[in-house]
């Protein structure tokens, strides 16, 4: 089975600032896709990034980018200059490759706030 | 497309009473899946389904039932509400192409208070 640990319950920044948002995570899976979500007060779940495990480069999504570490299970996301609109949470999340049927395990989720 | 639809939005139970989450998905996703999420807890896997006629349980599925009698529709159960099943409840579908998992479509989840 599968575990996805996010060990920061809360975080805050400073609008137009920089910030990371750590997860880690345990598998003896070789083929799998880790993803970020961020959950407004709408509960709206939105899709953050996505990197697939077999691809070295780190995925970037506009202000939004990853530190993918494969060797040490570690899967950061990095938020660049910071807007109000980024207040949410966080989660982090891992999809086996293959045969998942779209499967999704999540970590505790990191409730960042952004301050003006 | 709507998307993933969920109904209702919120909904109050007494402890005992029983009642259905609707989802549906007009994408002709094959997978289906339900989650409840919980403070400090992320969300959890309930059920889950592959396609119509076809469904599994997750990580917590005691006290909920699931069919898939069609590809859009994957109502969740609950046949005696506990207050434990307070929860946030969020329905999704995805598919997959040439051997590739795509992303999941989330709805807008259902907010569930058991008294």
């Known amino acids: 089975a599968q575990t996805v640990t996010q060990s920061q319950p809360e975080m805050s920044v400073q609008e137009a600032e920089t910030v990371t948002l750590s997860c880690t995570y345990d598998?003896?899976?070789?083929?799998?896709?880790l993803f970020w979500y961020k959950q407004p007060p709408s509960r709206q779940m939105i899709l953050v990034i996505r990197q697939e495990a077999y691809k070295q480069q780190n995925a970037t999504e506009n202000r939004f980018s990853v530190n993918f570490q494969k060797a040490a299970k570690s899967f950061s996301l990095k938020i660049s200059d910071s807007q109000l609109g980024d207040t949410a949470m966080y989660f982090c999340a891992f999809m086996k490759g293959g045969t998942s049927y779209g499967k999704l395990t999540f970590g505790q989720g990191t409730i960042l706030t952004v301050h003006p | 497309n709507a998307g993933v639809t969920q109904t209702p939005k919120f909904q109050v139970l007494k402890t005992g009473q029983s009642m259905t989450l609707q989802c549906a998905q007009d994408m002709n996703h094959e997978y289906m899946s339900w989650y409840r999420q919980d403070p400090g807890m992320g969300l959890r896997l309930i059920h889950y389904s592959v396609g119509a006629g076809i469904t599994d349980q997750g990580e917590v599925p005691n006290g909920y039932n699931v069919s898939r009698s069609t590809t859009e529709d994957f109502p969740l159960r609950l046949l005696s509400a506990a207050p434990s099943q307070t929860s946030v409840y969020f329905c999704a579908s995805s598919y997959s192409y040439r051997g590739t998992q795509e992303t999941q479509y989330f709805g807008p989840g259902t907010r569930l208070l058991v008294l």
């Open positions: 598998t003896s899976e070789n083929n799998y896709y």
